[in-house]
């Protein structure tokens, strides 16, 4: 009789212990029933911010799932720490404890701020005034897409410098045409070709020829006077590179060498 009456007075009590454990035998407490998250609310109503974040961060590291203390920690790093990096990292995991709670749209909002909030501290504020309609991704892949852009217009740019250089060096390889005799040849006697102390004419297209700058000479009239037309002036200048600084570099007296 004793023993069955010992029986109904302890297995409530044993009972009562069991549901007040977890699997591990350790007693589970809800995050609002902490000690620390009470104190952490009664810090924040008192305005001391720095203590109340301490202890909100103190409930996280004790405990696998505290959302509320995220949403808190999230909100104080946000509005008082100015910290969005902090925020925003709270603030997403109280979303994944919660994903469907009533609060969830107004984190998500606090998220976009905090975000905001980030971009403004970057260096020079750039794009301040884009930020309330301008997301901030959107503004990266802007930005990358005309760095490609940039880099294809170099790439043509230097395809036809090169061409351009060929062209060049192609032109310096040509054989000089023998126009210049030609005409001496075929010239009436009534026309003979000019010829002057300064100027040299040889027959033979072996031997080099060289010319007197006179006054109003350029390049292309030189390059008519040896060759029949003005086109070959780039040929002159580029067998008296070591004489002239530029195309229109004449002086009057000075001695050119005729390709």
Excluded: W
Excluded at 100 to 108: D, K, T
Excluded at 195 to 218: H, I
């Amino acid at each position: 009789m004793f023993r069955h009456l010992a029986t109904c007075i302890l297995l409530p009590i044993v009972l009562g212990l069991l549901s007040a454990c977890g699997p591990s035998g350790v007693e589970v407490v809800s995050e609002a029933n902490e000690r620390q998250y009470q104190l952490a609310l009664d810090y924040k109503n008192q305005g001391r911010v720095e203590e109340a974040l301490s202890a909100f961060l103190r409930v996280i590291d004790a405990r696998r799932d505290a959302p509320e203390s995220h949403l808190e920690a999230g909100y104080i790093y946000l509005r008082s720490m100015k910290d969005p990096i902090r925020a925003i990292y709270h603030l997403e995991r109280y979303l994944q404890f919660k994903p469907q709670s009533p609060q969830a749209p107004q984190v998500r909002q606090l998220i976009e701020t905090a975000q905001k909030e980030f971009a403004r501290q970057l260096p020079a504020r750039p794009y301040q005034g884009e930020l309330d309609r301008i997301d901030l991704m959107e503004l990266v892949k802007t930005l990358k897409q005309e760095n490609d852009s940039l880099k294809r217009d170099l790439v043509a740019a230097e395809q036809r410098v090169n061409q351009l250089e060929n062209v060049v060096a192609q032109a310096q390889r040509l054989p000089t045409p023998q126009v210049a005799s030609a005409a001496t040849t075929n010239a009436s006697p009534r026309q003979p070709l000019p010829t002057t102390a300064s100027t040299s004419q040889p027959n033979s297209e072996s031997e080099p020829r060289s010319y007197t700058v006179q006054a109003g000479d350029t390049l292309s009239t030189i390059s008519r006077r040896f060759y029949g037309t003005s086109s070959r002036y780039i040929e002159i200048y580029q067998a008296n590179r070591d004489r002239l600084a530029s195309e229109n570099a004449l002086r009057v007296g000075q001695e050119l060498r005729i390709p």
